[in-house]
């Protein structure tokens, strides 16, 4: 069976099948392409192909057929035209910004976006004359007032980490058209099972595949997703000379991923919502950041935008970093690990992991204090993880 994306297929089954193309060998999973080079029948069809006279595979930093099952069902699932893969999200940012910025160019970002997002900005390109400026990811207000001549990339990640604050997608779209700049946004978080930016008027998508479309915590890769000009054609054409592409044996393990990514993220937003409203009620904790709590400031917002709340959530304690980190060394079930999006619950201390390089004073300012914590909910029982949780809270506080 060969699924395209042109097939009327709903999203769940292209998750499931789209992109496959059955080799002879009549094999039912999808093939792992496991090598770097494909061999040409004759020296005429060898030019040919560098020639692009005649399409077919070359090397696999160009094209690949298991990485081109994973753009292909991706960009499916995100409605996107093109989608071009990378060896993880920071490399699919990177790829981005080296396709859209110039020296002279100026980018707006928000606050709350993954550390290493703002630190290619803030250490890596500003040596290449790329300007920006940091605005609050929840005041449109801040955004269109940050919009120079030059402004030529607006960055936005929603909900953002660790916080759960929602950008309103649809007006930073419209901020970033009438300026002629471009909207990304990173969907890591939400997938597009989720959560679909392009609809909303977005110009890129953005992905860790390392976290929710892997699942499993195994592989590193990310996507760039968005039109055939601006993907298909400018990002793939950087990407396939400086490359930071994705591995095949990485693509294979997404495609079984995003097979699963539904019911995965179904299960982990119950999850979380249950945890989100336990914590809510618990004497140790003194506040609940989760989008599908009606105490979340946005929570109208992310109704509208997103089908579901997600599967990550944070939560300020009582008490310090002191207690915090007893709570966490006292923890028997949940994973002290810097990874999300795993079908096992994770938990990390922001700000001494994850934000530990921000000054105290940033933090301070972005609500990342040293009484918050972050889970991402992953399948395990509910009950087995409130009690894990309550020994903890038992031993912090003693
Ligand atoms: C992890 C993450 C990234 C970076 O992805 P890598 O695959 O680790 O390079 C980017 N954005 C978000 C929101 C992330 O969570």
Known sequence: MNTTKNQPYRPQTLAVRCGQHRTAEGEHSEALFLTSSFVFESAQQAAARFADEEPGNIYSRFANPTVSVFQERLAALEGAESCVATASGMAAILSLALT?????????????LFGSTITIFRQILVRFGITFDVVSQTSTAAWRAAVKSNTKLLFAESPSNPL??????????????????????????????????????????????????????RCLGGAVLGSQELVGESVFKVLRNSGPCMSPFNA??????????????????????????????????????????????????????????????????????AVAWRLLNSLKLLSLTANLGDTKTTITHPSSTTHARWSEEDRQAAGIGQSLLRISLGLEDQLDLREDLDAGFQAAIG
């Open 100 to 112: 859209v910025l110039s020296a002279g160019d100026h980018v707006i970002l928000s606050n709350a």
């Open 164 to 217: 759960t604050e929602i950008a309103d997608l649809a007006a930073l779209a419209q901020i970033a058209h009438s300026a002629g700049a471009l909207l990304a946004v990173d969907n890591t978080f939400c997938t597009p099972i989720l959560q679909q930016p392009l609809q909303l008027g977005a110009d890129v998508v953005i992905h860790s595949a390392t976290k929710f479309l892997d699942g499993q915590g």
């Open 252 to 321: 294979w393990v997404f495609i079984k991923g995003l097979e699963t990514l539904t019911v995965r993220l179904q299960a982990a937003c119950a999850n979380a919502l249950k945890l989100a409203q336990w914590l809510e009620q618990h004497p140790g904790v003194a506040r609940v950041y989760y989008p599908g709590l009606q105490s979340h400031p946005q929570y109208a917002l992310a109704g509208r935008q997103q089908s579901g709340a997600g599967s990550m959530l944070s939560f300020d304690i009582h008490g310090g970093k």
